[in-house]
């Protein structure tokens, strides 16, 4: 066999045996870990869309809110959402059309609804992620949008009120693959 096909052989062959060892050696785990199921999953499958789907039983108003706003939320975020040490403002602010530089806040920010009360479930307090119930997020997410004037201050939020709130923002915001919400 001339140098040049042995040369091509080699060139042939490692590459397969490099596939068939590598699967091999694929089979052969550890065996660290277990299966991970549904029960286990849910828990941490808390995301909630734009349209409302996703989001879990409970109600609250603003009036409810403002009382765990002072309790929890306040230390960061200042009294009445204005800014706080730890926390930005959550109230107010220019429109945005006054440039991308504009403080954003609830009320002149978000598009929809929903990505507050999703936020707040998944990160507040800051301190303490995940430990408001159902019912002191619906509460707190009432009391912000009341502050911002986007609801009334005796306006129930729950699963089926929240996702029809219209925030000021709504119209500005291009949504480049639509179908896929």
Same mark, same amino acid.
């Given at each position: 066999?001339?140098?040049?096909?042995? +040369?091509?052989?080699?060139?042939?062959?490692?590459?397969?045996?490099?596939?068939?060892?590598?699967?091999?050696?694929?089979? !052969?785990? %550890?065996?660290?870990?277990?299966?991970?199921? #549904?029960? /286990?999953?849910?828990?941490? !499958?808390?995301?909630?869309? %734009? !349209?409302?789907?996703?989001? %879990?039983?409970?109600?609250?108003?603003?009036? +409810?809110?403002?009382?765990?706003?002072?309790?929890?939320?306040?230390?960061?975020?200042? !009294?009445?959402?204005?800014?706080?040490?730890?926390?930005?403002?959550?109230?107010?602010?220019? %429109?945005?059309?006054?440039?991308? #530089?504009?403080?954003?806040?609830?009320?002149?920010?978000?598009? /929809?609804?929903?990505?507050?009360?999703?936020?707040?479930?998944?990160?507040?307090?800051?301190?303490?992620?995940?430990?408001?119930?159902?019912?002191?997020?619906?509460?707190?997410?009432?009391?912000?949008?009341?502050?911002?004037?986007?609801?009334?201050?005796? /306006?129930?939020?729950?699963? +089926?009120?929240?996702? +029809?709130?219209?925030?000021?923002?709504?119209?500005?915001?291009?949504?480049?693959?639509? /179908?896929?919400?």
């Amino acid at each position: 066999m001339s140098m040049r096909k042995s +040369q091509l052989l080699v060139l042939a062959v490692v590459p397969l045996a490099s596939a068939f060892g590598s699967a091999a050696l694929a089979a !052969d785990t %550890p065996g660290l870990g277990k299966p991970i199921s #549904e029960a /286990d999953i849910a828990p941490w !499958d808390i995301t909630v869309f %734009p !349209d409302g789907t996703g989001l %879990p039983p409970g109600s609250g108003t603003a009036a +409810q809110g403002t009382k765990i706003y002072a309790e929890k939320c306040a230390a960061c975020h200042g !009294d009445g959402g204005k800014g706080g040490p730890a926390g930005p403002p959550l109230v107010g602010g220019p %429109p945005l059309s006054s440039g991308i #530089e504009a403080l954003k806040t609830v009320g002149n920010y978000y598009g /929809d609804p929903t990505p507050v009360f999703d936020f707040i479930r998944r990160a507040m307090p800051f301190n303490e992620p995940k430990t408001l119930t159902n019912d002191e997020v619906y509460a707190v997410t009432a009391y912000l949008f009341s502050l911002n004037k986007i609801v009334g201050e005796n /306006d129930v939020m729950n699963a +089926q009120t929240l996702p +029809q709130v219209k925030m000021p923002n709504r119209d500005n915001f291009i949504i480049h693959y639509p /179908d896929r919400i």
